[in-house]
């Protein structure tokens, strides 16, 4: 992933999660929540090398990623989902900030891309 590549994902899951907050429609914070989920597991696959799948194979990736990395994102994930849906983001929103983390964390104020002529 490139930097500029990587710098658009940081802000764009720190504005999904800007939204998340201060959401307080009960179907459009499900919405956002799914959204989140989805843009968080891919950058946290992206960021470490991996194929990035969608639906059922984003989480089977995410598992495969755990079991070689020894850590417990897919269980985090599964969890954030649900909690989220249900109306509880913590899970979710510390999720997000883990992935962040060592990517230099939430990308806000400065954030911009310069257009490429052809």
Do not use: N
């Not at 891919?42 to 991996?50: G, P, T």
């Not at 990517?103 to 806000?108: C, D, F, H, V």
């Amino acid at each position: 992933m490139c930097e500029d590549e990587l710098r658009l994902k940081r802000y764009l899951l720190t504005d999904l999660l800007d939204d998340l907050v201060a959401e307080r429609s009960p179907r459009i914070r499900a919405a956002i929540v799914a959204e989140l989920w989805a843009r968080a597991g891919e950058v946290l696959l992206a960021s470490r090398q991996r194929w990035v799948g969608g639906g059922k194979w984003l989480m089977r990736e995410i598992e495969s990623w755990d079991a070689e990395a020894g850590t417990c994102f897919a269980e985090r994930f599964d969890r954030a989902l649900t909690d989220g849906i249900a109306g509880h983001i913590d899970p979710l929103v510390r999720l997000v900030d883990d992935v962040l983390e060592p990517l230099g964390s939430r990308l806000r104020d400065g954030f911009y891309l310069a257009a490429s002529l052809p």
